[in-house]
Every structure is written in C-alpha cells, then in structure tokens.
Nanobody
C-alpha cells in the first residue's frame, strides 16, 4: 500500500528544535519530489518546504527560511524537516507530501500539485 508516515512531532518551548521524519513507500522514491505543509487551527493548509527528487534543490516559505532545513535520504526512503528556533506561530499539524509527476518547480507551494498526503503530526510551540 502506498503511504507516507510522519513522526517526530511534539511539544517544544520557543527557541527549541524538532526534527520531523517521513517514511515513504510506493513509487520509486528516487523519482519523487517531496514536500512539507502545515495547517494551524482555523487556517488553510500552507506550504512549508520542498525538495526535488535528486535533492539538489530546496524551497522554503519565507517565514521559515534560515530556521528550517528539508533533506532526504534516498537509500532509506525518508524525508526530514529539521526545525530550529521554533516560534509559537509554527504551531500546526505538519503533513508530508508527495508531488504528482511531472513536477513543475513553479507549483511547489500549490496543494493541488500534491498527489499523496501523510496522516500529519502535531507540532506545538509553547512555554
């Protein structure tokens, strides 16, 4: 069964760090561009970060640039989101995403470009 399984969420104080992981199955992982989105209560799901199939290019929403880092391990079929200097406004459910092919880098922030979502993992930043 094709699926994405996230892990690593939790409660952290402002200024702290968390590392999210996403384990992928299904289509050969090496050809899949991947992304992370988040959804806060009462808000629409929004783009956070993405990485191309080769891992050579990454993209971030402005609010997380310099704080978050997306990476992938092709051999382990995993994608990671390292989140540092966390802020209360980062509180949300974070979703791993696999983009449909063919992938256009102009659409990395578009939720309709995603063909498969994980179940989500809660990240809460609070003192």
């Amino acid at each position: 069964q094709v699926q994405l399984v996230e892990s690593g969420g939790g409660l952290v104080q402002p200024g702290g760090s968390l590392r999210l992981s996403c384990a992928a199955s299904g289509r050969p992982f090496s050809t899949s561009p991947m992304g992370w989105f988040r959804q806060a209560p009462g808000k629409e799901r929004e783009f956070v970060a993405s990485i191309t199939a080769s891992g050579s290019n990454t993209f971030y929403t402005d609010s997380v640039k310099g704080r978050f880092t997306v990476s992938r391990n092709i051999a382990e079929k995993t994608v990671h989101l390292q989140m540092d200097i966390l802020k209360p406004e980062d509180t949300a459910v974070y979703y791993c995403a696999r983009y449909r092919l063919p992938f256009s880098v102009s659409r990395y922030a578009d939720t309709t470009a995603v063909e498969l979502w994980g179940q989500g993992t809660q990240v809460t930043v609070s003192s």
